[in-house]
Every structure is written in C-alpha cells, then in structure tokens.
C-alpha cells in the first residue's frame, strides 16, 4: 500500500492485515536543482499508536533519527553521502534520480520486524507533514508517502516499537530504562563527526543477565568495525539482540554536552512488549504458514501420516 499524505496532519489506521515494514517515502522534485537544504527533517513529525492483543503502547518521534538510523541497517557504504546531507545531519536533498539534479528520493523506516492485525488490534500512523518540511524550491511538486509492505507469512511473536531518546545539552548524564528491549544504537547525524567531536562518552546498559560499560575508545572502534557505516558519520550499533530480548533495562549515558548538536543525536531503542495471548497466536500461525508452505510443495497432512509414526 502506498497513500500520499497531504500538507499537514495525516491519521491512517491499520487493522486486519499484516505487514513486514513500514517507512516514509519522500519524492523530491525541484524547481531548480535540488541542495542539502531543500528538505527538513525534523518538520516530518510521527505519532504510532498501537494495540495487539492485550498490548497497548506509543511512540513519538520526528524523521531525523530514524533516516540515519536506517544508515545502519541499509548494505550501502555510500548511503549518506549519497543523501547530499547538510553537515548538521537534519536537513538533506535526497538520492538523485540517475541523470536529473532535481529529481531526489529517500525513505524514513517507521516500523519493521512484522506485524499482524487481528480483531480489534490496530496501528495508528498520525503523520504531521508541516509546509516547512520542504524549502520554496521543493514545495511545488515533491511528495511524502506512507507506504506499507504486506506479508502474509510473518510469524510474530513479539512487539517491537522504535524509541528515539534525544540527546540534549543539560543533561550530562542521562538515564532510561525499560521493561524489554531488542536494540540499543547510539544514533549522531551529524556529518563531519570526529573523535574529539563524539558526544557521547560511554553507555553503560544493565539488565536482569548484562551489565557492560563501553568507553568512548571502544565506541569507536566499535562504529569503525561496523562495514555498513560510512567513515563521516557517528551512528553506533551497541548491542542487537533479535529475534531475543532484555529484559529490566538500564542505559546509563555520560554526555560530553560541549559537543551536542540540538536534534542531531539520539539514543536509539527498539522496546519490545510481549504476552502470552501474542505468543499462543504466534505458535498457532506459524503452524498454518508451514501447512501452506507444504502444501504448496505436494506435501499434504495424509502424506505426513503416512510416513511420520505418531
């Protein structure tokens, strides 16, 4: 499904289907050539509310986080630089379409992992496109779009939503926690980062099986280790546990505020929320994913008995 969404406040609700991602397509097109200042980010604003199950929860975030989040996902060593991203990391102009200097294109991941609606379970998208996401050069034409990727073979057992924490210059020592967690990232947008520009000084995370503290040495060397990062930006994979989880978590940041950059860097956590009526229809549903796999395959139940003693 893919649903343009107009200039201002945009709610979009999802039931009764399953789907494996969800992100934010921006088409960019100029009216002249297309710069790092023709669109920005944190006026894309997103609101999800959620319900599966007995779950209930939301997230609020805006779209600088989780395009460079997305750095660390995507297999492209050249995806930043491919952005034309100002140095501040919050304003960009886009991928260029092969041939055209203003034509661009870039996408803001929402949600990923799958997810699967049933009965009274919903997803509540609440996207606010405010007219000074785009510059005068982009305003006329370029379009921002909800698009969401259908599967009808996810097995979900768990949810997970995307929490950005910002990073701000009163707080040297910020702390949060949470129930569960798959992911902690430490996300810097900022392009030109160095070393001595890293503001974040070591994380330290806890919970009920991990307590580790990382220096901003390991840090790092830990970014530079990462192949899917580019050598000018600062977003750190810490720690991924999927498809487990942590539980009682603890994130403990020591903050070297001279070098923050207001809403450039973000402390980046997957919250994972978990029940067992979720998990009881997990097991169920993979059973039936597996039946159609067989059977599209030949393989029928009277031919399992035939063959598998019981």
Do not use: H, W
């Given at each position: 499904m893919k649903q343009q969404l107009r200039i201002g406040t945009n709610s979009i609700n999802l039931k009764g289907q399953a789907f494996g991602q969800a992100y934010l397509l921006v088409q960019g097109v100029g009216t002249a050539a297309l710069t790092n200042v023709d669109f920005l980010l944190?006026?894309?604003?997103?609101?999800?509310?959620l319900q599966q199950s007995?779950?209930?929860?939301?997230?609020s975030f805006n779209a600088v986080g989780p395009l460079h989040k997305g750095a660390i996902e995507y297999q492209n060593?050249?995806?930043?630089?491919?952005?034309?991203?100002?140095?501040?990391?919050?304003?960009?102009?886009?991928?260029?379409?092969?041939?055209?200097?203003?034509?661009?294109?870039?996408?803001?991941?929402?949600?990923?992992?799958?997810?699967?609606?049933r009965d009274e379970d919903y997803i509540n998208f609440v996207i606010e496109v405010l007219p000074s996401f785009f510059?005068?050069?982009?305003?006329?034409?370029?379009?921002?779009?909800?698009?969401?990727?259908?599967?009808?073979?996810?097995?979900?057992?768990?949810?997970?939503?995307?929490?950005?924490?910002?990073?701000?210059?009163?707080?040297?020592?910020?702390?949060?926690?949470?129930?569960?967690?798959?992911?902690?990232?430490?996300?810097?947008?900022?392009?030109?980062?160095?070393?001595?520009?890293?503001?974040?000084?070591?994380?330290?995370?806890r919970s009920k099986h991990l307590a580790d503290t990382l220096d901003s040495f390991t840090l790092f060397d830990k970014r530079l280790s990462q192949s899917t990062q580019t050598a000018v930006n600062g977003s750190t994979q810490v720690y991924n546990f999927e498809p487990s989880t942590i539980d009682s978590v603890q994130v403990n940041l020591n903050i070297v505020?001279?070098?923050?950059?207001s809403g450039s860097q973000f402390l980046f956590i997957s919250k994972t929320l978990f029940s067992p009526i979720l998990a009881v229809k997990a097991i169920a549903h993979a059973?039936?994913?597996?039946?159609?796999?067989?059977m599209v395959r030949g393989i029928t139940q009277k031919l399992i008995n035939q063959f598998v003693k019981k």
């Open positions: 944190s006026n894309l604003r997103i609101r999800i509310d007995n779950l209930k929860d939301s997230t060593p050249n995806y930043l630089t491919d952005l034309g991203l100002a140095v501040s990391g919050q304003t960009l102009r886009g991928k260029l379409l092969s041939g055209s200097t203003t034509q661009s294109t870039f996408t803001i991941p929402l949600l990923n992992g799958g997810y699967i609606l510059s005068a050069n982009s305003s006329n034409a370029s379009s921002v779009n909800l698009v969401i990727e259908s599967d009808n073979d996810i097995e979900q057992a768990d949810v997970n939503l995307p929490v950005y924490e910002p990073i701000t210059t009163d707080r040297q020592s910020p702390a949060f926690s949470y129930d569960s967690c798959s992911e902690v990232s430490l996300i810097n947008a900022v392009t030109n980062y160095t070393f001595a520009t890293d503001p974040f000084n070591s994380i330290e995370v505020t001279a070098n923050v950059t059973e039936k994913v597996q039946n159609r796999k067989m």
